[in-house]
């Protein structure tokens, strides 16, 4: 079995796949990045219990991580509970597209992890959606990552209104009745939905005015499905890509281990 992690700023995603490439289950937590490394073990632990999986089937590890004080931490909290060194996706790590960065470990490897999968199970030209903390669109074409476009996230900005704003409240995102608040409340949650699709829109507009009409355009991240209703644009949903992008970099590189021993 294959374990794969991405830290995320806001959550900690995991999933275990069979040797065949068959998602087990997935599952996520808060990322906390003053969890000490016997913490994190024990919400590992939580989450295999949850899904009423074996840590010890886990055959190999392999994470991703925006947040560095997290990643070191989370590698030795498998390592303890499985015996198996993770591979941590960063410089060196064999991804199998090309990617046109003035500096390569400035992307990151959500990033690259999303992309992978992206170029493994979608037609090219293709325009990746990520909407997570912060919300990203890349564009990938000839199995090469051209470049992206990174937007606060949708949470992020309903905090930072509210924060900044005596008068207007936190809210939840949901659906408002129209397009028209006739409440304050359901004002935001138009301009939240609405103006995020819009937004999505234009963007992929404007990549494809700047490149090649895309042949695919898929989203994934918490407030996808959501966000989504609202666009004009035909776009995917996949809640896995992340995930599944890291095991395809997880057997790449194995493949690679393989290839140089023989």
Known sequence: ????????????????????????????????????????????????RLYRADMETVTGAVVSSVVPPMTAAMADAVRQLSGVTPMIVGPGVKTGMNILAEVHNQLGADIVASSVAALQKYPQPIIVIDMGTATTLSYLGE???????????????VEALSGRAAELPHISIE?????????????????????????????????????????????????????????????????????????????????RRRKKSD
């Open 1 to 48: 079995m294959i374990l794969t992690i991405d830290i995320g700023n806001t959550a900690t995603t995991m999933g275990l796949f069979s040797p065949q490439g068959e998602l087990q289950f997935r599952g996520a937590i808060k990322t906390d990045k003053n969890k000490t490394r016997d913490q994190i073990a024990i919400d590992l632990l939580d989450m295999f």
């Open 143 to 157: 199995s090469t990552y051209k470049g992206c476009a990174i937007i606060p996230g949708v949470r992020i900005a």
């Open 175 to 255: 659906e408002p009745p129209s397009i028209f608040g006739r409440s304050t409340i359901d004002a935001m949650r138009s301009g939240v939905l609405y103006g995020n699709a819009g937004m999505i829109d234009s963007m992929i507009q404007r990549m494809e005015e700047a490149a090649k009409p895309a042949a695919t355009v898929v989203m994934t991240g918490n407030h996808a499905a959501l966000i989504r209703k609202y666009c004009k644009r035909e776009i995917l949903i996949d809640e896995n890509l992340l995930l599944d992008g890291l095991y395809y970099l997880y057997q790449k590189n194995q493949d």
